[in-house]
């Protein structure tokens, strides 16, 4: 079936203005989770959906950033008054509970000007 | 605190040479340790992992070890060819995969 689909697939934004970026996880997968990935560093967690339950916002960077899932499907991460340092290419995955692998998107790249 | 310490940033190797990545944690509860394979504007994938209950995992030209008391693991790649270059993330996860923590990458230029 499909994978974990993102869009768009680039974005450039002025600083100071609100995106959102968009992911439609594997029908099915229940586990959706968004990472940041800056040019040349690695994957730095930033929030975790796991069905109904809570959600784990432990690494959001600031209260700029908020995210929201539709019931086991679609999430949104949605970046307000971005800055310059927001630039990185945001990933989503998805998997089932307690089981591997994470499936990637192929990310968002974002930059801000 | 990074949870995940990889090494080297970058490494060049020579076609049918041995490519070898390291990382090493600190959290004990960390149970499931992967590596993640990255090509230029792709997401990561999953190429292999391992559970601490066993010392080393081989699926083709691809090994980990797994050293527990030394809280370090390492990717072997065999024979490595132009098609491996790619950048290679080790993670590790424990709490049921609740979440996955990725060291910083080792950007792999196997050279022909």
């Known amino acids: 079936g499909a994978g974990v689909s993102q869009s768009p697939s680039n974005k450039v934004t002025e600083k100071g203005k609100d995106v959102e970026l968009r992911c439609d996880p594997i029908?099915?997968?229940?586990?959706l989770y968004w990472y940041r990935q800056r040019l040349g560093q690695g994957l730095e967690f930033l929030i975790y959906?796991?069905?109904?339950?809570?959600?784990?916002k432990s690494g959001l960077p600031s209260d700029r950033f908020s995210a929201e899932r539709t019931g086991e499907s679609v999430s949104t991460l949605t970046i307000q008054r971005t800055q310059q340092e927001d630039s990185a290419v945001y990933l989503c995955?998805?998997?089932?509970?307690?089981?591997?692998?994470?499936?990637f998107g192929n990310g968002t790249r974002l930059t801000v000007t | 605190q990074q949870q995940v310490k990889q090494s080297p940033q970058s490494l060049i190797v020579q076609k049918g040479g041995i490519s070898i990545i390291n990382c090493a944690y600190e959290?004990?509860?960390?149970?499931?340790f992967p590596w993640y394979q990255q090509f230029p504007g792709k997401g990561p994938a999953l190429l292999i992992a391992?559970?601490?209950?066993?010392s080393e995992k081989k699926e083709g030209r691809f090994t980990i070890s797994f050293n527990k008391s030394a809280k370090q693991f390492s990717l072997h790649i065999m024979d490595s060819q132009p098609g491996d270059s790619a950048t290679y993330f080790c993670?590790?996860?424990?709490?049921?995969?609740?979440?996955?923590?990725f060291g910083s990458g080792t950007k792999l230029n196997v050279k022909p």
């Open positions: 995955a998805s998997s089932l509970v307690g089981q591997t692998p994470l499936h």
């Open positions: 391992i559970r601490p209950d066993v």
């Open positions: 993670a590790a996860s424990g709490d049921n995969f609740n979440k996955f923590y």
């Open positions: 029908s099915g997968h229940t586990a």
């Open positions: 959290n004990t509860a960390f149970d499931y």
């Open positions: 959906f796991q069905g109904n339950s809570a959600p784990d």
